[in-house]
């Protein structure tokens, strides 16, 4: 093969977009170069205040590399990949098409999940994840090069839990933060941002993980949220922005890793977005390298998707200079 065409393109695009993001803020943009698919950060799209950084831009485009690399795969051209190919520029991912070959079967099974996986905030149920399904858990994370944490026990699970609270205490307090957060909740029909039906239900003093003000509806009083979730912490080694790209790719295969295995999941990223917090959870998981989100998995009833804007919307010609039209 000689280049990826426009078809390919529309092809990676309309699977990378199906990727979470902070706030379903969807910060990416896709074209064709020479031959190549480019991933790029919507800079646009960065939260200011929540990510001033742009971790979370770089953890969203590469979750939606990585789905853009299933789908090339799975339709029998897989891409070589290279993370942030010119510093400085807002190209994320380029992908080059590599030896065709006939999909693997774990190649078809994830990219079939990438439909079925989105963001659960219900209570999980009581019933454990197996050991096969946290073993797989583990490698889809490894495979792509991050670590994985499984926090086993309640102790384990407490110590996060606090870590988590007292970082969320942190954002509450923070008006700009707050009020950011607030305009991307929609009770109507939204292209972006997240609907109040996809939100859990309204956080309780006693719930043992934070929950964002995404939901509207009060559970029943004196109903514990769930009993003992399994939460995970995705890391790396260094925290370089490629890093952080290398940790959205990894968080997504874990993601439609456990959507395979019958697994509701959500983000947790209140602890990450608070540096002491961050620290403090990277001193208790006695890890040298960084957290870069933890992960909510469990058994539950079905939660309701968040949408996505047009294809149209994110696909830019090579030649655009002013890229996309205001939000
Ligand atoms: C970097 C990052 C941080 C996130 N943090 C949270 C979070 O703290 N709480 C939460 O409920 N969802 C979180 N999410 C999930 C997004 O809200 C979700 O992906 C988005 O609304 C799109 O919905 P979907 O996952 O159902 O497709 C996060 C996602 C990313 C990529």
């Keep these: ?35 190549t698919i480019e991933i790029l950060a919507d800079t646009q799209r960065q939260l200011a205040v929540a990510d001033s950084g742009g971790w979370a831009v770089r953890i969203a485009c590469g979750a939606a590399t990585y789905n853009a690399r ?7 051209t897989p891409a070589t990949v290279a993370v942030r190919p010119e510093r400085g520029s807002d190209v994320i991912a380029r992908l080059t098409p590599g030896v065709a070959r006939p999909p693997t079967y774990p190649e078809q099974d994830l990219f079939r999940a990438i439909g079925h996986r989105y963001s659960n905030r219900r209570p999980f149920w009581p019933d454990p994840v197996p050991t096969e399904a946290r073993a797989a858990l583990l490698e889809a994370a490894r495979e792509e090069g991050a670590w994985m944490d499984l926090l086993v026990g309640m102790t384990a699970l407490g110590g996060f839990a606090q870590i988590a609270q007292s970082a969320d205490r942190v954002l509450r307090r923070d008006f700009a933060y707050q009020a950011e957060m607030n305009s991307w909740i929609h009770a109507d029909a939204s292209a972006d941002g997240v609907p109040v039906t996809a939100g859990g239900p309204v956080a309780e003093p006693d719930d043992l993980l934070p929950q964002r003000p995404y939901g509207m509806h009060r559970r029943g009083a004196g109903r ?3 009993p003992e979730p399994l939460v995970a912490i995705l890391g790396t080694e260094a ?36 540096p002491a917090a961050r620290d403090q959870l990277r001193r208790s998981l006695r890890r040298h390298g960084t957290p870069q989100i933890a992960i909510r998995l469990g058994y539950g009833d079905p939660g309701k998707p968040s949408p996505r804007r047009d294809l149209d919307e994110v696909l830019l010609r090579p030649s655009a200079e002013h890229p996309r039209p205001a939000r």
Excluded: C, K, Y
Aim: glycine share 6%.
């Design 70 to 76: 299933l789908a090339l795969a799975a339709n029998g």
């Design 224 to 226: 514990d949220f769930e």
């Design 239 to 274: 925290d370089h922005p490629a890093d952080q790209i290398v940790a959205g790719q990894a968080l997504q295969r874990v993601l439609l890793t456990a959507t395979n295995a019958g697994l509701a999941s959500s983000m947790i990223s209140q602890p990450i977005e608070v």
């Design 1 to 35: 093969m000689t280049g990826f065409d426009e078809q390919d393109l529309r092809l990676a695009a309309a699977a990378a977009i199906r990727a979470p993001s902070l706030h379903n803020s969807q910060p990416w943009q896709f074209r064709l170069v020479d031959g």
